[in-house]
């Protein structure tokens, strides 16, 4: 479940994605409705032809799945790509029972494992959204046998709602132990915190993975909403979703459809014990299929882009944002691309030195190993679950390879605003006239403090000589609704221009960059 750029490169990603910031409970003031810009446009994406380029890799992607199983003796895996909120690709290679010879089908139930944390994490949101709880909360106040827990300093904050989400309650890391706790009662949870648990760290200091954490958070769902965890999940969620071959008990599950768990040992397969559902199944218990869970994964990328209109999920599109933010994020080397990595609420987050974004869980339990990954500026993702113990079910990098290879990893552009578009319409004119009506109209009270008038005229004057005449003007790229650039096709070179404007209504130019670029 679990060289590089230059100095600078990696410490700009670490500033641009390692923020620590608590999304507070949306609490507006009685009778108050929020206003919203009608002119705003979202990003969208051009000659989008994603859903084509992936049917025309699915010979290629099959035949990547099906040697993968084969080298790594993996009895059968079920996989599946989402574009935006559709299950375009779907398939599946070998067999879910070994006795039985049954072949594995996209609609197979396997255990999914860790993949059920962000489940877990969604319905807290739930709740947080409705008032029922904070993310602030001790959780004691939910569980009072977490009261008598020994520190590890008196200096410790107590642990909150929010520390079990992110696996900074200073828990250790559990997956080799918590695994086999699938099937304990409400009991044996509420004995083992009586009896003490023990500390790896300090809550709040840094992030531990920590099955037990999310087997709290199963209680305190129990306990808010009155309900068992999984009729709670079921009832909010998994229907709602139309998720309805989803299951925590594989005595529910169709024998034919139901995936059996084996390892590899002595060069041959032996089955591993299906555990049952129970307390500990907030952190791995559900049984699901690559067309179910596809829904699941369209939840998501439904979140993206930020945009008005109807709410149609479980929770806001806002509160699965939330979840997809990380925290107490940490720098990974790997290869010639450093990586930012964070947990957020019950996903992995993920950022790479060129910008790229991911959202991931895997899973993995005796008899079974899953994982997903989707892409939010994409609107693509992928999913993949098999029926061998602690395995990883598919050849990630190169499947990613692929899709990249063919075109299909392609972001959102976004849409000139009107105001950006207006005034860099105004500044083309500014920098070749010194015009002192647009001055006064559209630049920023700071614009001449930080740079004299004299000394910016004599710069834009001198950079225009040196393009000569100028030929073309490219269209604005804006970097978001307030910011963008730009450029005049000069007979002797280049004038790259970038601008920013003010949080002012009256939006007004803040910053106006020129630079000259002599043609090779």
Aim: net charge negative; with cysteine.
């Amino acid at each position: 479940m679990k060289t590089c750029y230059s100095y600078l490169a990696n410490l700009i990603i670490l500033v641009l994605f390692s923020s620590q910031a608590s999304f507070a409970q949306d609490k507006r003031a009685e009778g108050f409705t929020p206003t919203f810009n009608p002119t705003y446009r979202i990003p969208v994406f051009e000659q989008d032809q994603r859903v084509e380029k992936i049917k025309e890799i699915r010979p290629e992607l099959e035949a990547l799945m099906a040697k993968y199983a084969k080298e790594n003796h993996i009895p059968g895996i079920a996989y599946g790509i989402v574009v935006d909120e559709e299950l375009i690709l779907a398939s599946s290679t070998g067999v879910l029972n070994l006795e039985k010879n049954t072949p594995v089908a996209t609609t197979s139930g396997f255990r999914i494992a860790s993949m059920t944390k962000s489940f877990t994490a969604m319905a807290i949101m739930k709740l947080r959204d409705e008032g029922k709880l904070s993310l602030n909360d001790p959780v004691e106040k939910y569980i009072p046998e977490m009261a008598k827990l020994q520190y590890l300093t008196d200096d410790a904050p107590v642990i909150d709602i929010e520390n079990l989400l992110t696996m900074t309650a200073g828990f250790p890391e559990d997956n080799p132990w918590g695994d086999r706790q699938l099937d304990e009662d409400e009991q044996m949870l509420l004995d083992m915190i009586n009896d003490g648990i023990s500390f790896a760290n300090v809550p709040s200091f840094q992030y531990e993975y920590s099955n037990t954490g999310y087997a709290l958070l199963g209680h305190i769902i129990s306990k808010v909403s009155g309900q068992s965890y999984q009729d709670y999940i079921k009832e909010n969620i998994l229907q709602p979703l139309g998720m309805t071959h989803t299951f925590w008990e594989i005595d529910d599950v169709p024998e034919k459809e139901l995936a059996i768990g084996y390892r590899w040992e002595d060069e041959q397969w032996k089955l591993e014990p299906m555990l049952h559902d129970g307390v500990f199944g907030a952190m791995g218990g559900l049984v699901t299929s690559i067309e179910d869970f596809s829904k699941y994964v369209s939840l998501h990328l439904s979140a993206w882009p930020p945009r008005s209109g109807k709410e149609n999920g479980p929770i806001r599109r806002s509160s699965l944002r939330e979840m997809q933010t990380p925290q107490y994020s940490r720098l990974i080397k790997t290869g010639d691309c450093a990586i930012m990595s964070g947990y957020g609420f019950g996903l992995g987050i993920s950022q790479n030195c060129k910008g790229t974004k991911w959202v991931s869980h895997g899973g993995a339990l005796p008899g079974f190993g899953s994982n997903y990954r989707f892409f939010p500026e994409f609107g693509i993702g992928i999913m993949a679950f098999c029926n061998l113990t602690y395995t990883t079910p598919w050849p990630l990098s190169e499947i990613e390879e692929l899709l990249y290879e063919k075109g299909i990893m392609k972001p959102r552009q976004i849409p000139v605003s009107d105001i950006l578009e207006k005034r860099k319409n105004q500044l083309i004119i500014l920098i070749q006239t010194s015009n002192k009506d647009l001055e006064a109209s559209i630049l920023a009270e700071n614009f001449f403090l930080d740079q004299s008038k004299e000394s910016r005229y004599a710069e834009y004057k001198t950079i225009l000589s040196q393009a000569g005449e100028i030929s073309n003007i490219t269209s604005l790229k804006p970097s978001n609704q307030l910011r963008g650039s730009f450029t005049l096709k000069g007979e002797n070179g280049d004038v790259d221009i970038f601008f920013t404007l003010t949080p002012e209504h009256d939006t007004k130019v803040q910053q106006l960059d020129l630079n000259f670029k002599p043609k090779k």
